[in-house]
């Protein structure tokens, strides 16, 4: 059964860090390419950042990029999210999502999620 644990989340005031983790039971965790969703009360969920299965491309909402980075730990079957200097908008549940299949497309869009996690909460104040 594949399960994706998020943890990591919390209340940060603004210009905080935070380092979500997301640590996954996934058969060839290695060949699956990953990525982090958000969604903000209210709104649609939508995505944050995504890293190919070896971790040699990523890429960010223009949102969060030049403050947010994405990484993995194969050996660990952990995917991270470094995020620095937080805003109030970045205020969301924080979803840990797996693509749909081994060596498969690169995780940008909802249609390319395979599993999604149970979702972490970060808070961020003025």
């Known amino acids: 059964q594949v399960q994706l644990v998020e943890s990591g989340g919390g209340l940060v005031q603004t210009g905080g860090s935070l380092r979500l983790s997301c640590a996954a039971s996934?058969?060839?965790?290695?060949?699956?390419?990953m990525a982090w969703f958000r969604q903000a009360p209210g709104k649609e969920r939508e995505f944050v950042a995504t890293?190919?299965?070896?971790?040699?491309?990523?890429d960010y909402a223009d949102s969060v990029k030049d403050r947010f980075t994405i990484s993995r730990d194969n050996t660990k079957t952990t995917v991270y999210l470094q995020m620095n200097s937080l805003k109030p908008e970045d205020t969301a549940v924080y979803y840990c999502?797996?693509?749909?299949?081994?060596?498969?497309?690169?995780?940008?869009?909802?249609?390319?999620?395979?599993?999604w996690g149970q979702g972490t909460q970060v808070t961020v104040s003025s």
């Open positions: 999502a797996a693509g749909l299949n081994s060596w498969g497309k690169i995780v940008e869009h909802f249609d390319d999620v395979g599993y």
């Open positions: 996934l058969p060839r965790f290695d060949t699956y390419n």
């Open positions: 890293i190919t299965w070896g971790g040699g491309r990523t």
